[in-house]
């Protein structure tokens, strides 16, 4: 299983990113996906996910309204968006790949994942 993360940069406060993460060895609609970021001297916390149905989506409060989770099946690929990007989004972002306890929810802690990718790092800058 390989989950690669690409998308991140630098932008201004305001701005918008869109993160891809493609995934190889398993199929999407089996696995719930996460998006999880770590900040310097933070713990790692979860920001988004999608259930193996696709129908079930979690953010967290901070970035609620503010970011999208979507997949494409034929790409095997899931995405955030991210749009009115702050400082504090500042992180290393990373995918994760966790089984399905129910097709139609994705939450779960960090322990939860069991694949991960290797991070992209957004910078958002004031």
């Known amino acids: 299983v390989q989950l690669q993360a690409s998308g991140g940069g630098l932008v201004q406060a305001g701005g918008s990113l869109r993160l891809s993460c493609v995934v190889s060895?398993?199929?999407?609609?089996?696995?719930?996906i996460g998006w999880f970021r770590q900040a310097p001297g933070k713990e790692r916390e979860g920001v988004s996910c999608?259930?193996?149905?696709?129908?079930?989506?979690y953010y967290a409060d901070s970035v609620k309204g503010r970011f999208a989770i979507s997949r494409s099946i034929a790409e095997n690929t899931v995405y955030l968006q991210m749009n009115v990007l702050k400082p504090e989004d500042t992180a290393l972002y990373y995918c994760?790949?966790?089984?399905?306890?129910?097709?139609?929810?994705?939450?779960?802690?960090?322990?939860?994942?069991?694949?991960w990718g290797q991070g992209t790092q957004v910078t958002v800058s004031s």
């Open positions: 060895g398993l199929r999407l609609n089996y696995y719930r």
């Open positions: 999608i259930s193996s149905r696709g129908d079930g989506k």
């Open positions: 994760a790949a966790g089984d399905t306890v129910s097709v139609h929810s994705c939450r779960g802690s960090v322990t939860d994942y069991f694949a």
